[in-house]
């Protein structure tokens, strides 16, 4: 039996298992717990409420968090290779040093986010709300397609390849960035445009 604790200590649920990995918490009302340092991989979160809650250090590559509500959660150093945060609301939510290499956003609320130091190789952003802290991160071939940049900090991250295309980039600070390779990115040290016109959905497929 496994049970999952708010970070005030008390008991939210119990789960009949030997650990959360894989399981299925789909729905789940667990505001503020404390997932610190669990192995939560490929554990399914769908639609969970998962304000505010606790995931510092925890093993979750293949987790689930399509529709989750992550708003204030930290997940600072958590290994989240692969995850799916597909339509999730996740503002303000700390992501810093976090490993989200080809983790998907697609449709996410991520504005207010820190995302500082996180390695997002191949992460897809595409058409997200990103308005977020991306400094220092590393997004190297990232889906930026169609994404809300507008504000977003990039300064010195790593965009190498990165794709841009579509995005709003007003505001966007791109100081001491890498961006050798990215399409569509704006000046480095330059503040960005108001996003570029829109051209055919064709490139959407071709684009990897």
Request: with cysteine; hydrophobic share 45%; charged share 20%.
């Amino acid at each position: 039996m496994v049970s999952i604790r708010s970070i005030n200590g008390g008991v939210l649920l119990e789960v009949e298992a030997e650990s959360l990995a894989g399981q299925k918490l789909a729905g789940a009302h667990l505001p503020q717990a404390d997932f610190s340092n669990c192995d939560l991989a490929g554990a399914d979160f769908r639609n969970a409420d998962l304000r505010g809650a606790q995931f510092g250090g925890a093993q979750a590559a293949g987790a689930i968090f399509h529709g989750a509500n992550l708003g204030g959660a930290m997940l600072a150093g958590a290994d989240l290779t692969g995850a799916d945060f597909t339509d999730a609301n996740a503002e303000g939510a700390n992501f810093q040093g976090a490993n989200l290499t080809r983790a998907l956003f697609r449709y996410s609320r991520i504005g207010q986010c820190n995302f500082t130091e996180a390695e997002m190789q191949h992460a897809d952003l595409s058409m997200a709300d990103a308005q977020a802290n991306f400094q220092g991160a590393d997004l190297s071939r990232a889906d930026l397609r169609a994404a809300n940049l507008a504000k977003a900090s990039f300064i010195g991250a790593r965009l190498l390849g990165a794709n841009f295309t579509d995005a709003k980039v007003t505001g966007v600070a791109l100081a001491q960035a890498h961006t050798e390779g990215a399409i569509g990115a704006p000046a480095v040290g330059a503040a960005g445009g108001g996003g570029r016109k829109r051209r055919s959905r064709a490139w959407w497929r071709f684009w990897r």
